[in-house]
């Protein structure tokens, strides 16, 4: 039996990068996968082809993970495509980095709106379904900027920060209904977001992580798998930093 089979997983912000790894990860392990995205509507559609072709049932979603309401209608969906949900994994987010001396009280409250409101939005959708069931993993990814900050992006660091404080608060309120709340912290992952920045900087960053190398969706993926499967059955509350050794 696969590790994640039988499991339905929601992944918010699924159509690229990180989200995409998660999804193509969870349904080699026999997840199905109920995605999102917000604009990229052909790469998400590619994308449900690729994880149906593992065997699993998936769905793109369009739904804007900052909008409280959007998120409801898109649980609400969900529930009715899959029957239940056992895993939420809220990785959704975006950058608008900038001095705080250059930074648009927008740019401030767009990057909070998405990175942090949408976890609430995303958690809230779900609870009562999870509290009934009395079962559920959910997984925040967080960042190592939200646990260390960094100049220049105050707006994501404040986001990222704010994602474990809450989930630490969920896992302590929503443990006694067997509802487990887990961060992941990824550090520098190469996606191709970062494959457009300049390869000399890029190459100084590896050079300065442990392991002498960046990231990739599969690292922060294998992390996932874990929290979401009973391998992880007594882990709640925890910040698990996937960043080949940056912050050590
Ligand atoms: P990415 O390549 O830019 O992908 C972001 C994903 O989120 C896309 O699928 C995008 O959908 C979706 N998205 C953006 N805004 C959304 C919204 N309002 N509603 C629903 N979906 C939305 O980013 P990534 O590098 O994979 O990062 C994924 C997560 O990991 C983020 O939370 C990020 O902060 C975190 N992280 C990344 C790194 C890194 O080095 N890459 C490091 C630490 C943490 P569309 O394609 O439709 O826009």
Redesign the pocket.
């Known amino acids: 039996m696969k590790l994640l089979e039988n499991k339905n997983t929601i992944i918010?912000?699924?159509?690229?990068?990180?989200?995409?790894?998660i999804a193509m990860y969870f349904a080699k392990l026999g997840s199905n996968v109920a995605f999102?995205?917000?604009?990229?509507?052909g790469?998400?559609e590619e994308l449900q082809k690729e994880l149906e072709a593992e065997g699993v049932k998936a769905k793109a979603y369009?739904?804007?993970?900052?909008?409280f309401d959007q998120a409801q209608e898109f649980v609400k969906q969900v529930l009715a495509d899959f029957g239940n949900v056992d895993v939420l994994i809220?990785?959704?987010?975006?950058?608008k980095d900038n001095l705080l001396m250059r930074m648009s009280e927008d740019d401030f409250n767009r990057v909070i709106?998405?990175?942090l409101n949408?976890i609430f939005n995303m958690t809230k959708a779900i609870l009562r379904p999870m509290l009934k069931q009395r079962h559920g993993s959910i997984i925040n990814?967080?960042?190592?900027?939200g646990v260390k900050g960094n100049a220049g992006q105050g707006n994501?660091a404040a986001?990222?920060a704010g994602a474990i404080g809450f989930s630490k608060s969920m896992a302590l309120e929503l443990g006694s209904r067997n509802i487990r709340t887990n961060v992941i912290?990824?550090?520098?992952?190469?996606?191709?977001?970062?494959a457009k920045l300049d390869e000399k900087t890029v190459q100084g960053w590896r050079d300065a992580i442990p392991l002498k190398r960046?990231?990739t969706?599969e690292d922060?993926a294998g992390a996932c798998a874990f929290l979401a499967s009973d391998m992880s059955a007594y882990v709640t509350g925890q910040v698990l930093n996937v960043d080949g050794g940056m912050l050590t």
């Open positions: 918010t912000g699924a159509s690229r990068g990180i989200g995409r790894g999102t995205y917000n604009s990229s509507a790469p998400a369009q739904s804007d993970a900052s909008d809220n990785n959704a987010g975006i950058t709106q998405v990175n949408s990814i967080s960042s190592v900027v994501y986001s990222k912290a990824p550090g520098f992952i190469e996606t191709e977001m970062t960046g990231g969706p922060v």
